[in-house]
């Protein structure tokens, strides 16, 4: 029953902004950490951006740093990403993972749930 589904996605022309979301349901996410995931063709995926249990604490991909911000509504069950200053290169189905856990950790191995992805595509 646990389930993690994205949305916010699209088109957006390079440095323009999205706000993706991933929202959990069948449990309740204050004891998990949360991470967003992403993988483009012919590339190996990516850690992006993750959170804490608390959202006291957040980890970055170097190449995001500055332009994406993570963070979570408790009430509403729900993480999201920020997007702002998208590059072609950003370009790429995202996922959302979740696992209980106490590490804040861009390695995808560490999560056992995902999302099924929402698709960004910066293009002019």
């Known amino acids: 029953q646990l389930q993690l589904v994205e949305s916010g996605g699209g088109l957006v022309q390079p440095g323009g902004s999205l706000r993706l979301s991933c929202a959990a349901s069948?449990?309740?996410?204050?004891?998990?950490?949360i991470g967003w995931f992403r993988q483009a063709p012919g590339k190996e995926g990516e850690g992006v951006s993750c959170?804490?249990?608390?959202?006291?604490?957040?980890n970055y991909a170097d190449s995001v740093k500055g332009r994406f911000t993570i963070s979570r509504d408790y009430a509403k069950n729900t993480v999201y990403l920020q997007m702002n200053s998208l590059k072609p290169e950003d370009t790429a189905v995202y996922y959302c993972?979740?696992?209980?856990?106490?590490?804040?950790?861009?390695?995808?191995?560490?999560?056992?749930?995902w999302g099924q992805g929402t698709q960004v595509t910066v293009s002019s």
């Open positions: 993972a979740a696992d209980r856990m106490d590490l804040v950790t861009l390695n995808r191995y560490e999560y056992d749930y």
């Open positions: 069948g449990f309740t996410s204050d004891y998990y950490t």
């Open positions: 959170i804490s249990s608390s959202g006291g604490s957040t």
